[in-house]
């Protein structure tokens, strides 16, 4: 469901953005559909990434927050009609942080739940490699 999420969010961050040179910044949104999707297909195997999951959407809720307290304060009116073309980034900016902070919600009571079950069985140690024996006909 979060996978889902990521995925349109990035299309709609990348729709968002009107100069190329702006590609790179975006890009590191491209990190949480993997994530999400790696914490859907395995959740008991990559389930110690979660809390990068978690830390990476509240660091970008609260950096959404600030960008609207600073874009309010400095004069742009959010319009009772989103509609509005002067005003469309900062209505779709609201709308991917009330987003983020609910799929932040949904991660943390998944990852809350998950750890309330039994712990996984330890991890075997890797033995180290035999040294290489060259068979002599191999120059």
Not at 88 to 113: E, M
Not at 118 to 128: A, G, N
Request: hydrophobic residues 50%; positive net charge; contains cysteine.
């Amino acid at each position: 469901m979060l996978f889902l999420y990521d995925c349109v969010r990035l299309g709609l961050v990348l729709g968002l953005t009107k100069d190329s040179a702006d590609i790179p910044l975006v890009a590191v949104n491209a990190l949480f559909p993997v994530a999400g999707f790696f914490l859907f297909a395995g959740p008991q195997q990559y389930h110690e990434y979660g809390p990068l999951y978690v830390a990476g959407k509240a660091f970008g809720v609260f950096a959404g927050l600030a960008w609207i307290f600073f874009a309010l304060k400095n004069g742009l009116r959010f319009p009772l009609l989103p509609l509005a073309k002067t005003n469309y980034t900062v209505f779709s900016l609201i709308i991917l942080t009330v987003a983020d902070t609910l799929s932040l919600l949904v991660r943390l009571s998944i990852h809350k739940a998950m750890s309330k079950q039994e712990p996984l069985p330890p991890v075997q140690p890797m033995q180290p490699l035999q040294p290489f024996e060259s068979r002599g006909d191999i120059a």
